[in-house]
């Protein structure tokens, strides 16, 4: 898989979301999620598993009121 740089948004040091979909879950133009994001009105949190959610990744975008999360299984070692 390839990444363009001006397509994917770094939430962790090692996790990387596609920005058009965060936009689109936000219900933002991936124009003005970039510019959200540059002033700081959109941020987002990753979440690693522990016991028995060991292996998942809850992901988490806020904008204002607007939140969207996604929860990847399996996705981590």
Do not use: C, N, Q
């Amino acid at each position: 898989m390839s990444l363009h740089p001006e397509k994917t948004v770094e939430i962790a040091d090692d996790v990387v979301g596609d920005a058009p979909l965060v936009a689109e879950k936000l219900g933002l133009s991936t124009e003005t999620f970039w510019r959200e994001l540059k002033r700081g009105a959109i941020y987002g949190v990753a979440e690693r598993g522990e016991g028995e959610d060991a292996g998942r990744l809850r992901l988490t975008f806020r904008y204002g009121l607007r939140s969207w999360t996604a929860v990847l299984d399996g996705m981590i070692h």
